[in-house]
């Protein structure tokens, strides 16, 4: 019951928000979308503590059911979800009205992607999750097309919109045959039974083919490098509540699908594919760090170091053991709170200055805005992996898990992106105080003029809780991040070698 | 035909519209130079025709493998069977006409279609106008091509096959040619052609398979058991039929618009009004993908192996379809070339000659179909406020802060063309449609897919782009007006596709259930 309202409420109240006439901008739309995600907020915790199950028939002649349950795995990842989207709601409500288009479209728009994330990590039917991957899409797109950073031009929006559906699209198609390839040769479409059959009845090679085309589709979601060219211009084009949604919920929506799917279901041709995963994985450290070393503008720097965050996310994957598993999931909820934070702060930033291009001589934050300065820093600490931050345990395990990979995988190349990887950290290191440098300390702030030179409002109010309780959620789990592992712990072992708990 | 059974209530779907002419033409006769009068008619006749197909699904579901009439009950031995059908002998019976499950959906299918093209055409007023009116000639000519729709579903023998394609076909050209604009002459004239080409193969291919199988019946039982002595190799045969069926498949081909017989398509529609345009895209598509159903099924008893040329037709038509949809800013236009993309995807499952394979292809028919309605619906809709700009992209602009119902159907109708939430059942068509590919172990047409998935997203994304955005130059051109003709039968069949399509969308297994 609890389950299917978790979905319903959001969908619902999406469904009113859009419905709403977008003429006069009334309160009956602040107080349904903060009502609804304040209400699937609390159910998400509510279905975390008691774990129910909801299992229906849906589509009879496809043998796919309306399956939805939580665990281990995806707990964390469905309390991120409704908490983060809570935060967005109030944080959007806080600001203008957005430019573009209606408010009641907006924050309708957060809510449809809210139910299609919570959807993805609850469904246990394969079909099922493919389809509630697709739900995002729509949401997301006119969010980045209409709502959009009004500042650039309009085919600028229009070609990043088009381009983050576009190849999400071409990944979940793709994905869509690695599923129907698994679900014709297991005979079913229960995640659970797949996860049990670990790859039993399935012959080497088409194991192989199938773990291929699940993670070559959830890759693009990730991104793994070389496919996350989407991603910046994504990021850097859409509204702040569109960038937190697509780096904290989306993207974690990808590598969930590679733990459910492909190491559930295709253990052993993930395992024959890890040597690749691996490497990809590393690229994408390197690529994504040295892109932030030089890239100007603060929100598509962000965006670059996802990359990265992610590549570690992939690498702790590719390691195939208990450790690895853990790490990355633990990875991938640190991202999600990390890059939460970041984007929140420089889209208010952005949205005061006017633009987040780094060349331009500004105030430093430390002097003008104190609470942003401090809140950039806690962040920037956590982007380079700074111990005692949330964000060391995910890197620290994965470079720790992949230096002694599972059996079966190649040693020496794994500690070669093991070396790799911890060069990557470096460079983290490298743009996290660059960042901090010019943006913190205020580097050049002397030649400061024009709007540069106005000071920056402080965060206030309910923007300031929402940042402060993120603040919050990095250093706890940076100092006892058993509270996220625990979570994990056994079902992360089930998953692993296919026993049921 | 002393064997011969009737069963009238199972001819019903047929034999409704077929009397709904006879009662036009005698109306017209006693009063002439009505408007409103015939359409009415003619939209009782789609009425029932959905009724009585659906009756049958029912009865068909109570009682097994009902819906079958018009049956022979063979005679063994008989004298008198010699110079009549030589392979009835020792068969328990063959039937003429048998409406089974798939069948009488989409019968049921095309009297809905038909329905919302009625809505479409609806006249301005009814009241009797000074001069000649088109409208009984018109709504004769749409029945008749529904009641061809209709037999060619259920029929089983090459004679009745044959001709009721055909006049499931040529009604058309002619409303083509009357939709009165200077284009349409030319549309008509190619989709005449293009008629008689499709209609020379179809006669070469049923030839064929008369000689392959001896038999004038399109039933497994034909073409497992080639009677009456002609043919006597079995390798022969089979090479035959393969043949056979592929000379149906580039007919129908025409008929589906799928690459490379697909040059008409966007001739016709462009140069036809909307309503005729949306009978092309819906109830024609209906009629040759029944057509073609009727002779896979009946091949599929054979167990042939998967048909690599549907194969490359389907990834074609995809392809080609999707990219020419790609330039086009003419919302007719881009439709026409997503029939040809689509037709692909209609196409695709027949890799896998078989019952899924059949089952799979007209789910995602009338997938396409319930959606393309809607965008119809909404292009005549759109057409009726400003007659001059209706049919260009950017009549679309700000569509949803002007009308938010009409611009949600139309978004709804899009996704599920492109397969996206919240259009569900697109997205539950594409599932279905690459199954029987996942089945055959094709990976290379399913990539194939995969892409074209990609491109037809970008399609309709790009016709829903103005929809969603707000410009404030574009708000006074097109601003709302009741304009010249406020259409309530438009608005009232919109509302009934857009209500089929998001009953679709919630519960999917409504619609494959129908299918069987």
């Known amino acids: ?501 | 035909m002393k064997n011969l059974t009737i069963d009238v209530v199972a001819l019903l779907p047929a034999l409704l519209p077929i009397g709904a002419v006879i009662v036009v033409l005698v109306v017209d006769l006693v009063t002439p130079r009505l408007r409103a009068v015939p359409w009415g008619i003619a939209a009782a006749a789609a009425l029932g025709v959905v009724a009585t197909a659906g009756l049958s699904l029912v009865r068909a579901d109570s009682n097994g493998g009902g819906g079958a009439t018009l049956c022979l009950t063979g005679q063994p031995g008989g004298g008198a069977t010699t110079d009549r059908l030589p392979d009835l002998q020792g068969l328990p019976a063959t039937c003429f006409w048998h409406a089974d499950a798939l069948g009488s959906t989409l019968q049921l299918a095309a009297g809905l279609a038909a329905l919302v093209c009625i809505g479409l055409a609806w006249p301005r007023s009814g009241a009797r106008m000074p001069g000649a009116t088109q409208a009984p000639v018109e709504a004769v000519l749409l029945l008749t091509a529904l009641s061809g729709t209709v037999v060619v579903a259920a029929s089983r023998d090459l004679g009745t096959w044959l001709i009721a394609l055909e006049l499931a076909t040529l009604p058309v050209i002619a409303l083509v040619a009357l939709s009165g604009r200077r284009a349409a002459v030319a549309g008509a004239v190619q989709l005449l052609v293009t008629s008689l080409v499709s209609f020379a193969l179809l006669a070469l291919g049923a030839a064929l398979w008369f000689t392959a199988t001896g038999s004038p019946f399109l039933t497994p039982d034909a073409a497992v058991s080639p009677g009456g002595g002609q043919v006597t190799y079995s390798s022969v045969t089979a090479g035959l039929i393969s043949l056979s069926v592929v000379l149906i498949l580039a007919g129908i081909g025409f008929k589906l618009s799928l690459v490379p017989f697909h040059a008409w398509t966007p001739t016709a529609y462009a140069g036809s009004s909307t309503a005729v345009a949306t009978f092309l895209a819906t109830v024609s598509k209906i009629a040759a993908l029944a057509a073609l159903l009727v002779v896979v099924r009946a091949v599929a008893a054979l167990g042939a192996p998967a048909l690599v040329a549907v194969g490359l037709l389907a990834a074609l038509s995809m392809t080609l379809g999707n990219l020419m949809a790609l330039r086009q800013d003419d919302v007719i236009r881009l439709l026409a070339w997503s029939t040809v993309a689509q037709a692909g995807w209609v196409v695709m499952p027949l890799v896998s000659v078989s019952t899924l394979g059949a089952t799979s292809s007209a789910t995602y028919l009338l997938t396409y179909v319930v959606a393309t309605l809607v965008a119809f619906a909404v292009v005549a809709l759109t057409v009726r406020e400003s007659a001059a700009s209706g049919r260009s992209l950017a009549a679309y602009e700000g569509l949803w802060h002007r009308s938010r119902w009409r611009a949600g159907a139309l978004a709804i109708a899009l996704t599920s063309l492109a397969g996206l939430p919240p259009g569900v059942i697109g997205l539950v068509g594409k599932v279905v449609a690459l199954r029987p590919v996942v089945v055959e172990g094709w990976v290379w047409l399913a990539v194939i897919a995969a892409v074209n998935a990609v491109l037809g997203v970008a399609v309709y994304l790009r016709w829903l782009r103005p929809v969603v955005t707000v410009t404030r130059t574009s708000d006074q051109p097109v601003a709302a007006t009741a304009g010249p003709g406020h259409r309530p039968a438009i608005v009232a069949v919109l509302a009934l596709a857009a209500a089929v399509l998001v009953v679709l969308s919630i519960q999917p297994d409504l619609l494959l259930r129908l299918l069987g």
């Open chain 1, 1 to 501: 019951m609890a389950l299917t309202a978790l979905l319903l409420v959001p969908l619902l109240a999406a469904v009113l928000l859009l419905a709403l006439p977008s003429a006069p901008a009334t309160a009956v739309e602040r107080w349904v979308a903060l009502v609804a995600s304040g209400v699937a907020a609390v159910l998400s915790v509510y279905v975390v503590a008691t774990r129910p199950v909801v299992d229906a028939p849906w589509i009879r002649s496809l043998g796919i059911r309306w399956h939805f349950e939580v665990d281990g795995i995806s707990a964390a990842l469905v309390l991120l979800t409704g908490l983060l989207t809570l935060a967005v709601v109030a944080h959007a409500l806080a600001g203008p009205e957005p430019t573009g288009g209606s408010r009641s479209t907006y924050l309708g728009c957060i809510l449809l992607v809210e139910t299609g994330a919570l959807a993805t990590f609850l469904a246990r039917d394969a079909i099922l999750f493919f389809i509630a991957f697709e739900v995002v899409l729509v949401p997301m797109w006119v969010l980045i097309r209409r709502f959009g950073d009004d500042h650039v031009a309009d085919e600028t929006r229009g070609d990043a919109a088009g381009r983050f559906v576009l190849f999400t699209v071409l990944g979940s198609t793709l994905m869509l045959v690695g599923i129907l390839f698994l679900v014709y040769h297991q005979g079913t479409s229960d995640l659970t039974v797949l996860a049990t059959r670990h790859g039993d009845g399935l012959s080497r090679g088409l194991e192989i083919a199938i773990a291929g085309l699940l993670l070559a589709g959830l890759g693009i979601k990730v991104p793994i490098w070389p496919v996350h060219t989407w991603l910046p211009s994504a990021h850097t084009i859409a509204p702040t509540a569109g960038s937190v949604l697509l780096a904290a919920v989306l993207l974690k929506m990808g590598t969930y699908g590679i733990v459910r799917l492909a190491v559930a279901s295709v253990p052993q041709g993930v395992a024959a594919l890890s040597p690749v995963l691996a490497v990809l994985g590393v690229v994408g450290i390197l690529w994504g760090g040295l892109a932030c070393l030089v890239e100007r503008d603060l929100k598509r720097l962000i965006a670059y170091s996802s990359v990265a965050h992610m590549g570690f996310v992939v690498l702790a994957l590719a390691s195939g053991t208990h450790t690895g598993l853990q790490a990355a999931l633990l990875g991938n909820v640190a991202h999600g709170i990390v890059a939460a934070l970041l984007f929140f702060l420089v889209g208010d930033l952005k949205e005061q200055w006017g633009s987040a291009d780094l060349r331009i001589a500004r105030l430093a934050l430390r002097d003008t805005a104190s609470r942003y300065g401090f809140a950039l820093v806690v962040g920037l600490g956590a982007m380079l992996g700074l111990p005692g931050l949330v964000s060391f345990w995910g890197e620290f395990l994965s470079l720790y898990a992949a230096w002694s990979p599972a059996p079966g995988r190649p040693v020496a190349l794994m500690r070669g992106c093991v070396v790799l990887g911890a060069v990557g950290l470096a460079i983290a290191a490298g743009y996290a105080l660059r960042v901090a440098r010019i943006v913190w300390a205020g580097e050049g702030s002397d030649q400061a003029a024009g709007d540069g030179a106005t000071p920056v409002r402080d965060a206030h109010g309910v923007r300031w809780v929402v940042v402060g309780a993120l603040l919050l959620a990095i250093v706890t789990f940076g100092i006892a991040p058993h509270l996220l592992l625990r979570v994990s712990d056994l079902d992360a072992a089930a998953l692993l070698s296919g026993v049921l708990r």
